[in-house]
C-alpha cells in the first residue's frame, strides 16, 4: 500500500468507527512457516488468530480480530506487513 492509500484508510476509519474498537485483518500469504511466523510477530503477544489453508496447500487465509486504539494504530500494523513477500492484505 503506498502513502495515499494509507491516507484514504486512515480518513475512512475515523470517520466511520468510533475508537477504541474491535478490527478485523484479513491477510492471504503463501504457506511457508517463516511467512506465517512474520504475520504472527506484528501482533501483540497473545493475540488469536484464524487460519484457513487454501484446496490446494499452497495459500493461507489469516484473520485476525483484535482491539485497537485508533486508526493510526491499524495503519501502524499494515506498515509493519507490507514487507512480507507475497502477503496480500484484504
Not at 42 to 63: C, H, L, N, Q
Request: charged fraction near 30%.
Amino acid at each position: 500500500m503506498d502513502q495515499e492509500k494509507y491516507n484514504q484508510l486512515r480518513e475512512q476509519l475515523i470517520e466511520s468507527t468510533q475508537w477504541p474498537s474491535l478490527y478485523m485483518f484479513k491477510f492471504i500469504i503463501p504457506n511457508k512457516d517463516e511467512k506465517l511466523e512474520a504475520v504472527k510477530a506484528v501482533f501483540p503477544k497473545g493475540t488469536k488468530f484464524a487460519f484457513k489453508t487454501s484446496k490446494d496447500m499452497r495459500f493461507i487465509s489469516i484473520t485476525v480480530k483484535i482491539k485497537m486504539k485508533d486508526a493510526d494504530a491499524v495503519i501502524a500494523i499494515y506498515e509493519q506487513t507490507k514487507h512480507i513477500e507475497g502477503l496480500l492484505a484484504l
